[in-house]
């Protein structure tokens, strides 16, 4: 399935970055500033090695009581980048972010240099009908599954 929209058409193109040596309360503080839910971790040459989310913050970091004060980054974010190029087609964006359980993706082009990222709410403002489609999904699955309230901890 394709869209006929690429990545390119979509991604923003002002990308917020940290070098890898930076402490994750540093990120955590220019991701509020600039009001984004990502930054990109980057060589000084513009190599995605990592990309560190709100939910990155939350689920690795606070859960887990570690220091945001003394942790750099690169303790945090996933060895493992997903990235996708901007020729590809939409669908295939959302495809990854679906399969990986991510809603940011870097853009690199076929050099590796990085140039934009696309969100999932990138992805909802072009194609807003994927709103109703992706709330069918979760009733299904959350028919299926038990939900755990705080309480039930």
Known sequence: MTLGI??????TTTVLCAEPGVKLVDCAKLMAEK??????????????IGILTEQDLV?????????????????????KIITITPEKDLYEAMVLMQQHNIKHLPVVNKKGDLEGV?????VIRVEPGLIEINHFKEKLTEEQQHV??????
């Open 59 to 79: 689920r690795k970091v606070m859960a887990k009581n570690i220091d945001p004060h003394s942790t750099l980054v690169t303790q945090i974010i996933p060895r």
């Open 148 to 153: 755990v309230f705080p309480s039930e901890f």
């Open 35 to 48: 009001k984004v839910g990502s930054i990109v971790i980057c060589t000084e040459k513009d190599r995605v």
């Open 118 to 122: 696309i969100s999932f709410k990138d």
């Open 6 to 11: 690429t990545v390119e058409e979509v991604m």
